[in-house]
């Protein structure tokens, strides 16, 4: 169809209609849904990683199947090179999955250090694959004192600068020291009922993105652009 001709600015080349077609491909992945989940502390008894391992099993009994990266050993940004063991297992499972898990402390009312540091290690493009584009999110927080929502509103700042579908629930637990049995299980709460919910709407986000995530993400400005300066703009390797 035509440009309207009081869109002169308009690249008629690369302008798209959106395509409810597309949206509802014929052909769905009938694999279980491919989860990854980060959390941010490395203590002995880390309470985000309670949290997280809480919320893979929630994920395994919704038929997902779930992969926990142990952050321990990873180095700072830039601090090693791109082939490093850590970093390198981080980007593929990165790549592997379709949806994440980011559970973090609040620390001095922000997410922790070793949370940030793995998501600057995930790159927004590898060559022509961007590791976290389209792909579902869910953002949880731990904190000590009284509920919070410092680290949970900027991990959804993070996840909309990767261009991920953050789902609008998320979980915060207050108090987290009193919330875990001595086991490391999580104890029955509103706090759980929580994590329930959050876990089940980002499997449904999953289910129902996964098959036209790239088409969701495709943009206008970008279509406009050469892969090569593309891929110059998004590694920003200037800075």
């Known amino acids: ?4 001709p009081d869109l002169p600015h308009i690249d008629e080349a690369h302008f798209r209609q959106p395509d ?3 949206l509802a491909p014929a052909q769905r992945a009938t694999h279980a849904p491919r989860i990854l989940l980060l959390y941010g502390s490395v203590r002995e008894r880390s309470y985000s990683r309670l949290l ?8 395994q009994a919704m038929s997902a199947e779930t992969r926990i990266y142990d952050p321990r050993g990873l180095p700072l940004p830039d601090d090693a090179p791109e082939d490093h063991p850590k970093v390198a297992q981080l980007r593929a499972l990165a790549q592997w999955s379709e949806g994440m898990v980011w559970c973090s402390p609040e620390r001095h009312g922000a997410m922790t250090g070793i949370m940030k540091a793995q998501l600057d290690w995930i790159p927004l493009a590898v060559g022509s694959v961007r590791p976290t ?3 579902t999110l869910a953002v949880m927080e731990v904190s000590g004192g ?10 959804r700042v993070l996840g ?4 991920m579908i953050t789902i609008p629930n998320q979980s915060s637990v207050a108090k987290a020291f009193m919330e875990f049995e001595d086991n490391g299980r999580m104890k029955p709460s509103p706090y759980y009922d929580r994590v329930v919910d959050v876990m089940e709407e980002l499997v449904k986000f999953t ?3 996964r098959d036209c995530a790239g088409y969701l993400v495709d943009r206008y400005s970008e279509r406009r652009e050469s892969a090569q300066a593309l891929s110059a703009r998004v ?4 800075i």
């Open 146 to 155: 009284s509920q919070s929502f410092n680290a949970v509103n900027q991990l």
């Open 235 to 238: 590694n920003l390797r200037s």
């Open 207 to 209: 289910l129902l993105t």
């Open 133 to 135: 584009q389209g792909k």
């Open 1 to 4: 169809m035509p440009t309207s």
């Open 52 to 59: 997280t391992e809480e919320a893979a099993r929630l994920l």
């Open 20 to 22: 409810v077609h597309q």
């Open 160 to 163: 909309r600068w990767m261009r």
